[in-house]
Each structure stands twice: as C-alpha cells, then as structure tokens.
C-alpha cells in the first residue's frame, strides 16, 4: 500500500513539474536578417518590444541570441533611424543591453 501511494505521488510530481509552462523569456531582437542571412543596411528600424529576461537574465541568456544583437548594433548602430526620428525608449533599453554585454559605447553613438 505505501509503494502504491509513493508512486502516485512521484508520478503526480512529473506530471505537474512537465505541466508547468516556462516563463516568458520575452522577444527576440529584431537584427533584420532574413533566414539569417545578415543584409547591408543604410538605416535601422526601432525594435517594436523592450528587452525581456532572455537578454536581461544571465540565466536565460542564450550566446546565438547575444550574439545576434552584438553584431547588429556593431554594424549598424549608429546608423540613422528609417523614420528619420531618433531613439525611443523601447530602443535605449536594447542599446543599454549592448552595452551591458561589455560591447563599444563608440558603436551606438549618433552624429
């Protein structure tokens, strides 16, 4: 009878710890590549979300993604804005990632 009720248990502990939905992560950055493919661009377009835990949390941070957001702001970041406006808050907190990511203050620095 008591291996019985352990089992049950055990098996009610697997099933609800493989129910529970993983928290959000938040969205990717946008670093405009199409299929991965990395394109030449002359101006950038605002990022329509702010940065959640999958840049913000070291334990969530995954490199490919790091990685992504590093070679675009490198690349493009101080290049203008496509709207012709400038740096939106949604916009400051990604470069503010950059930066903590120990990237080049030089690289998003507007004329």
Aim: aromatic letters at 8%.
């Amino acid at each position: 009878m008591r291996g019985a009720a352990l089992s049950t248990l055990v098996f009610l502990a697997v099933v609800v710890a493989c129910s529970e939905k993983a928290p959000d992560a938040g969205p990717r950055f946008d670093d405009e590549t199409t299929d991965g493919v990395v394109t030449e661009l002359t101006c950038m377009k605002h990022q329509p979300e702010a940065p959640g835990p999958r840049y913000t949390d070291d334990s969530l941070r995954r490199t490919d993604e790091a990685l992504a957001l590093l070679r675009y702001y490198t690349a493009n970041g101080a290049k203008p804005y496509c709207d012709g406006n400038d740096v939106t808050g949604i916009d400051r907190q990604w470069i503010d990632v950059y930066l903590a990511l120990g990237a080049d203050e030089e690289k998003v620095k507007r004329p």
